[in-house]
C-alpha cells in the first residue's frame, strides 16, 4: 500500500505550483514497478546484491559511521578530537551504500535491514550540527589541520567533498523515503540543503566566509543531481533552482590555477558548462555534471543544455571511450587524456566512470528519444560495470584495464579483484546502480510504449490513458530472442518501440565512430507478430516502431542477430593500430588464460577470422554462469613459431578474472610479431638471462625484477613485482644470472614496502656473488651498507674489482611479514 501511496504522491507535488511544467518527454516505469524475478541474468545479481554486496559494503563502510559517530560524541562533549581521526569523503560511501540497501528494500522488505537503516540514520542526525552543516571531519575540529580540507568550513570547497558527501546523503535520503516513506533522513537532507543554500548563495552567516555568500560550485560533482532528486520528491523549487545556479556558476565564479587536480579542467571548471564541447578531467566528476545539465535542461525547458551535452556526447563516443564503454582512460587524474588516447593494459577507466556513463546515456535517452544513448549505456553497464563486481559479489574493479598478464598490479596494488579500497566509492556505487536497472527497461510518452532494455519481466503502466501489462521472456544478452506480450486490458491504439541496438544493425558495436566491424555478416533483426513477420519500414531513432491496435494477448518476437563479430579500431588509436576486437551481441568478448592453456597474449590474427562457425557453451562456476565462445586462431609458439587454426575460447569481459588471476585479452594483434608467447619472460635488453627465486608469491613475478620497469614508490602498486607472499617470516633469497661473467660495479636493489601491509623492507640483507660455481660473500665497499630507504634503489659497491657469472640476494623478513623486490639494477665495468 506504501508504494502505491508515494507513486501517486510524488506526482502530485510535481503538479503543484512549486514544480516545474518542463520535465523530460520520456516518462520511466520505476524499477519497483517493474518484476524481474524471473529473470536469470539480472535477478541473480540482485539477490548477490541482497545477500552479498550491500552486507559486505555496509561492513566495510563501518567506519564512515564511526566517522559520524565521533562528530555526535564531540557534540554532545564526549570525546576529543584527538580520538577522531580525520576523512574527506569516508561518509559518501556508506551514503552510497545505504542508497543501494533503500533499493533493495523495495524489491523485498527486510525488518533487519530496515532497522540497521534506521540506527545508522540515527547517527547521521546526531552528527549534524544545529544549522544543518555535517561534515565530521570539521565538527570535531581534526579537518582544520590539513589542505585538502580547508582550515575552516567550506574554505577548501574544491577538494574538501563537503558537499560532494552530501549529494549522496540526500540521493540515499529520497530512495530510503520513496521505498519505506520513513522521512528522518529526508528531514536531514533538507536541513542541509537549506544550510547549504543559505551559506552558498544568500550569506548572512558570518560563521562562514565573514557572512558573505561562498557562490562557489562543488569541486566534486554530485550534489547538483542529488538536490533535482530532492526537488522532485518534495516538489520545492529551491533546491532545483540551487542546482541551477551550481551549474551556471561553475567556471565562472572559480577557476583553479594549477596542474594535475588543481587544472581548470581537472572538475571541469575551464568554461562555463554551457560552452563545453568536450570530455575533460576526471570522468566520474565529469559524468556526474552532465547527468545533472540533462536534468536540469528538461526540468527548465532551456535548450542551451542539450546543445552543450550533444556537442560532449559526440565528443566522447567519437574519440574517448574504450569498447567496453570505459571512461577515463588516463591514470594521475582518473579521467580523459588526449583525443584517442586509448590504452589497453594501462587503461584507468575507474568503475564509477562506468556508473556515470550509465546515469548520462540513460538521461540522455529520455530527453532525446534516441536509442542510441541507451544502447551507449547498455555496453557500459554489461561490460565496464558488471565486471567491476566478481560474481560472488565481494570482490572489486577499481580500474579495468583491456589486458593483462596476470600479474601487473593494476588494481590498486592487485593483479585482480580486490575485497575492499581505501577510496570505497566503486564497490558502493555498484551497490546503488544495480537495483535501479528494472527501472531503465520500460518508458511511455502519450501514445508510445518504449521497451529500451531486454530481460525476462513484467510491468503494468498506462499508454495514453490505457491500461497495459507488457511482459518479456528472454535469455538476453545471451541469446537474441525476445519474447514480449501486449496485453491492454481492452483494444487500445499506440505504438510499441522495440529498440534495435546498434550492433543489431550490422556496421557497428556502438555508436560513434571509435569502432567499426571489418567482417560481414548476413545475420538480421527480424520481427513477427502473433506467429507471423512483421515489415518494419526503417527505424526512428534506432527503434523499430509498430504503430497498431492492440488486443489483449497480442505477441510480438524479436530476433536480435548475436554472432560473434570482428572489430576494428579508429586508425588514430595507436594501441589498436593493426589490433582487432570480438563482441558477441552486447558482450565484449576476452580471451583468459585459463581457458586456452597459457598467456593470451600469444595469440593473433593473419587475417580476418571467419565467425561464422563460432561455437557457444556454458560456463559454469560456483557463484553463476556465463557463455563463451570458441573460434580459431593462430599463436605463436615457445620457439617462435607460428600456429594455425588454435582454438580460442572467448569469455565475457564482465566474466574475467572470476577464476583465476591469469592473462586476460580484448584486443588482439593481426601479425605475429606483436604476439608474446610469455609476457613475463625477460626482455632481450635486461642485464640477466635467467632469474630464480627461493618462493614467488601467487600474484607475482621474479622476472619482474628484471624487466627494467621502475615506479617512485616502494609500495608496488603500479608494476610487477617479486614478492615472498605465502611464506612470511621465512628467509628468502633471489638469484639473477648473467650471459657471461662480467666485472661488476654496483648493485642497486629496490625493496618494496607495503606500510601497514604484507610485504616489507626486510629486516636485514646481503648480496653474495657466484665465481666458478660457488657462492662467495660480496665484500662492500668501505662506506657502503645495506640499507632499506623507500622510494629508491639501495646501492652497494665492490670494495675490489669483483667478477662474477650471478649474483644472490639474502633477505631476513621481519616477523610475520614477506619480502618483495620491484626492481634489480646492475652496472658493469666497460
Known amino acids: 500500500m506504501l508504494r502505491k501511496i508515494l507513486c501517486t504522491l510524488t506526482p502530485a507535488l510535481l503538479a503543484s505550483g512549486l514544480a516545474q511544467a518542463s520535465d523530460y518527454p520520456l516518462k520511466p516505469v520505476p524499477y519497483y514497478k517493474v518484476d524481474i524475478s524471473s529473470d536469470d541474468f539480472w535477478r541473480p545479481r540482485m539477490e548477490t546484491q541482497r545477500k552479498t554486496l550491500v552486507p559486505w559494503a555496509f561492513d566495510r563502510t563501518q567506519s564512515g559511521v564511526d566517522h559520524l559517530q565521533a562528530a555526535a560524541d564531540h557534540l554532545q562533549g564526549k570525546k576529543s578530537k584527538e580520538e577522531h581521526r580525520m576523512h574527506r569523503f569516508i561518509d559518501s560511501d556508506l551514503y552510497k551504500v545505504m542508497e543501494g540497501a533503500a533499493y533493495l528494500l523495495q524489491l523485498e522488505r527486510d525488518p533487519e535491514l530496515e532497522a540497521k537503516m534506521d540506527k545508522i540514520i540515527e547517527v547521521i542526525g546526531s552528527a549534524q550540527e544545529e544549522d544543518g552543516y555535517l561534515y565530521p571531519s570539521h565538527t570535531t575540529g581534526v579537518g582544520n589541520e590539513t589542505g585538502m580540507m580547508g582550515n575552516t568550513k567550506y574554505s577548501y570547497v574544491v577538494h574538501s567533498h563537503e558537499l560532494y558527501n552530501m549529494g549522496h546523503l540526500y540521493e540515499a535520503a529520497v530512495a530510503y523515503y520513496e521505498t519505506t516513506g520513513k522521512d528522518a533522513l529526508l528531514k536531514i ?6 544550510h547549504i543554500n543559505k551559506v552558498f548563495f544568500e550569506g548572512g552567516d558570518e560563521k562562514y566566509n565573514g557572512g558573505k555568500a561562498i557562490n562557489q560550485a562543488p569541486g566534486h560533482q554530485e550534489p547538483e543531481l542529488a538536490l533535482v532528486k530532492l526537488h522532485r520528491v518534495t516538489g520545492k523549487q529551491l533546491y532545483l533552482d540551487m542546482a541551477r545556479k551550481f551549474l551556471e556558476i561553475r567556471g565562472i565564479t572559480y577557476v583553479p590555477d594549477g596542474d594535475g587536480v588543481m587544472s581548470p579542467t581537472y572538475a571541469q571548471q575551464h568554461k562555463p558548462v554551457l560552452e563545453q564541447s568536450e570530455a575533460v578531467g576526471h570522468a566520474v566528476r565529469a559524468t556526474y555534471l552532465y547527468s545533472a545539465m540533462a536534468d536540469v535542461g528538461a526540468l527548465t525547458g532551456k535548450q542551451d543544455y542539450s546543445d552543450a551535452l550533444d556537442r560532449i556526447w559526440a565528443n566522447i563516443t567519437d574519440t574517448r571511450m574504450h569498447i567496453t564503454g570505459g571512461l577515463g582512460a588516463v591514470h594521475g587524474i582518473e579521467g580523459f587524456g588526449p583525443q584517442y588516447v586509448l590504452p589497453n593494459a594501462h587503461a584507468f577507466n575507474e568503475t564509477c566512470a562506468a556508473v556515470g556513463n550509465v546515469f548520462f546515456n540513460y538521461r540522455m535517452f529520455l530527453l532525446q528519444r ?16 558488471l565486471a567491476s563486481v566478481s560474481l560472488e559479489g565481494n570482490k572489486f574493479f577499481y580500474v579495468n584495464p583491456l589486458d593483462a598478464d596476470g600479474k601487473y598490479p593494476f588494481n590498486h596494488g592487485t593483479a585482480g579483484r580486490a575485497p575492499w579500497f581505501g577510496t570505497a566509492c566503486c564497490p558502493s556505487n555498484m551497490a546503488r546502480l544495480i537495483p535501479q536497472v528494472p527501472g531503465m527497461i520500460y518508458s511511455t510518452e502519450d501514445a508510445n510504449l518504449y521497451v529500451a532494455l531486454y530481460a525476462t519481466s513484467s510491468t503494468d503502466l498506462q499508454v495514453d490513458g490505457h491500461k497495459v501489462t507488457i511482459s518479456q521472456q528472454t535469455q538476453y544478452p545471451n541469446e537474441g530472442h525476445i519474447a514480449l506480450t ?5 483494444a487500445a491504439d499506440f505504438a510499441l518501440h522495440l529498440r534495435i541496438p546498434t550492433w543489431a544493425q550490422g556496421e557497428k558495436f556502438v555508436p560513434g565512430d571509435l569502432y567499426d566491424f571489418i567482417d560481414a555478416s548476413e545475420d538480421q533483426w527480424s520481427v513477427t507478430i502473433n506467429g507471423e513477420a512483421h515489415q518494419i519500414e526503417g527505424l526512428n531513432k534506432g527503434f523499430a516502431v509498430i504503430q497498431r491496435t492492440w488486443q489483449p494477448g497480442d505477441k510480438v518476437e524479436l530476433q536480435l542477430p548475436m554472432s560473434v563479430r570482428v572489430n576494428g579500431s579508429h586508425e588514430e588509436v595507436e594501441d589498436n593500430v593493426d589490433r582487432i576486437a570480438l563482441t558477441r551481441g552486447p558482450l565484449v568478448m576476452c580471451a583468459e588464460g585459463i581457458d586456452n592453456d597459457g598467456a593470451t597474449q600469444r595469440f593473433f590474427f593473419g587475417q580476418t577470422p571467419d565467425t561464422s562457425a563460432a561455437t557457444t557453451q556454458t560456463a559454469e562456476t560456483e557463484f553463476g554462469s556465463f557463455q563463451q565462445a570458441t573460434i580459431t586462431a593462430d599463436s605463436i ?7 594455425s587454426d588454435q582454438p580460442l575460447v572467448l569469455t565475457p569481459y564482465y566474466a574475467w578474472n572470476n577464476r583465476d588471476f591469469g592473462s586476460m585479452t580484448v584486443w588482439f594483434p593481426t601479425k605475429p610479431e606483436m604476439a608474446i608467447f610469455d609476457p613475463h ?4 635488453e635486461s642485464v640477466f638471462t635467467e632469474i630464480t627465486a627461493s618462493h614467488t608469491g601467487e600474484e607475482d613475478t621474479v622476472t619482474a625484477i628484471g624487466d627494467g620497469e621502475v615506479d617512485k614508490y616502494s609500495s608496488g602498486n603500479k608494476i610487477s613485482r617479486w614478492s615472498s607472499r605465502g611464506q612470511p617470516g621465512k628467509e628468502q633469497w633471489v638469484i639473477g644470472r648473467f650471459a657471461e661473467t662480467r666485472s661488476i660495479r654496483s648493485v642497486g636493489v629496490f625493496f618494496m614496502d607495503r ?4 610485504v616489507r623492507f626486510p629486516k636485514e640483507w646481503k648480496l653474495e656473488i ?9 665484500e662492500l665497499y668501505t662506506t657502503d651498507q645495506y640499507d632499506t630507504r623507500a622510494n629508491q634503489f639501495n646501492v652497494v659497491h665492490p670494495a675490489a674489482p669483483t667478477e662474477c657469472d650471478a649474483i644472490r640476494i639474502q633477505m631476513t623478513p621481519r616477523e610475520e611479514t614477506a619480502v618483495g623486490i620491484l626492481e634489480v639494477q646492475v652496472q658493469f665495468e666497460e
Open 370 to 385: 534516441d536509442a542510441k544513448y541507451v544502447d551507449v549505456a547498455e555496453v557500459a553497464l554489461l561490460n565496464n560495470v
Open 486 to 490: 501486449v496485453s491492454p486490458q481492452a
Open 681 to 684: 619472460a625477460l626482455p632481450k
Open 770 to 778: 657466484e665465481q666458478n660455481g660457488q657462492w662467495q660473500p660480496f
Open 637 to 643: 609458439t615457445a620457439d617462435g613459431a607460428t600456429a
Open 189 to 194: 537532507a533538507e536541513k542541509n540543503a537549506q
Open 755 to 758: 606500510w601497514q601491509g604484507d
